[in-house]
């Protein structure tokens, strides 16, 4: 079987994508406002390490079966072979990282952590159902499995937009801010990254149901939309904000630091 | 000087005065969710067993919560809660008189049956 750059590019940022979004919730470890709202929300980022891990083994297997190389870093650093999905999430730069920018921005208050995770997980919801038809038999079983878990991301999160979107005056205005200040971070959901046009997928469907969706839970809680603002786009190609150099710091010190070291 | 000990132990919810419903249930803080009792039903057993209790601001969250807090390694298929105050339980200092009557009833147990041998699972 050969695989293209393109299908190892788009499970790569599929990968990368649940690989931050898991790191940064997994920031509030230990943090969150109560108990019990921090174990649930820790849990969900175990279940993003978790889909992470998936995607990272199935890429690297498919790297592992090519006879012709494959370029993985634009610095012309060569990860060595066989691949492994400790060395994907460990051994590449924010240039190879192909995830969302929406992923890596800092989790901000409550409001902003919970809403971020709405908004993406509204998003994985309907681009996961489409990648149950992928004709790679283990990305749909893993789409399949993820499903499961996303659908809960999004009916906790969303509890939580509607919570403090309809509750005091100071819980509605922390989250009208939140979306102020991730709304821009949006439209980039729905831009399909070149190496994704293989793979038979219909992102305006996506943003079509996304908008709908998102509107009625924003009307239920009385929060409103930002007029038209600029969209922050980059993530998928690479071009990162300065927040996932910290990130992949924390994240990658260890590997960097003391090679193939285990624990 | 006197006092009055109230021996306590963990799943009493005293309605007496100085029962521990009046210290865990009772909002002292405005700002504090209510306490809710949780019971799960596992995927061998038939009915809900009393497994903790939990903060949550209401039952659809106390629901979420429980799932989170108590099923996360695949311990239940079901899950009721109940708000802590709405439970009412015997008082522990009234146990003598409620249970210890029933000590010499031995005549009370189906033990002096015999059972056919078709019956099964009794």
Redesign the interface.
């Known amino acids: 079987m050969t695989t293209t750059k393109n299908e190892i590019d788009f499970l790569l940022h599929l990968a990368d994508n649940a690989l931050i979004i898991g790191h940064r919730n997994s920031e509030w470890c230990g943090h969150g406002p ?4 921090d ?2 929300i820790t ?1 969900i980022a175990l279940d993003y390490i978790g889909q992470a891990r998936n995607l990272y083994q199935h890429t690297a297997e498919l790297i592992n079966q090519q006879t012709d190389k494959i370029e993985l870093t634009q610095t012309g650093k060569v990860i060595s072979l066989p691949v492994t999905e400790d060395s994907l999430a460990y051994l590449r730069d924010v240039v190879e990282f192909k995830n969302l920018l929406i992923t890596e921005i800092p989790n901000g208050d409550w409001a902003h952590t919970t809403l971020r995770l709405f908004l993406l997980s509204q998003f994985q919801m309907e681009l996961f159902t489409q990648l149950l038809k992928h004709e790679d038999p283990q990305v749909a079983a893993i789409a399949e499995k993820s499903i499961k878990e996303i659908n809960y991301h999004v ?2 999160s969303q ?1 939580w937009v509607l ?1 403090l979107g309809d509750g005091t005056e100071e819980s509605k205005r922390r989250m009208q801010q939140a979306i102020d200040t991730i709304w821009a971070y949006t439209g980039e959901l729905f831009i399909q990254p070149d190496y994704a046009r293989d793979a038979c997928l219909n992102y305006a469907a996506i943003e079509t149901t996304w908008n709908k969706k998102v509107a009625a839970i924003f009307e239920e809680a009385d929060l409103e939309i930002p007029a038209k603002t600029f969209i922050q786009k980059g993530g998928a190609t690479g071009m990162h904000t300065e927040h996932l150099g910290y990130i992949l710091a924390e994240m990658q010190y260890l590997q960097r630091a003391y090679p193939n070291s285990e624990w | 000087m006197s006092f009055q000990i109230h021996k306590l132990y963990y799943g009493d919810y005293g309605e007496s005065k100085n029962g521990a419903a009046d210290i865990s249930t009772q909002q002292t803080n405005k700002a504090e969710w209510p306490l809710w009792e949780v019971f799960i039903r596992s995927k061998q057993g038939l009915d809900h067993k009393h497994v903790g209790s939990l903060h949550a601001a209401d039952a659809a969250m106390a629901i979420e919560n429980a799932r989170d807090v108590y099923t996360r390694r695949m311990e239940g298929v079901s899950i009721w809660v109940v708000e802590s105050k709405h439970i009412h339980a015997s008082n522990p200092d009234e146990a003598e008189a409620l249970f210890d009557p029933a000590n010499d009833k031995a005549y009370r147990h189906p033990t002096f049956y015999d059972l056919p041998d078709e019956v099964k699972y009794m």
């Open positions: 109560i108990l019990e709202q174990i649930a849990n009916k906790w509890d919570r």
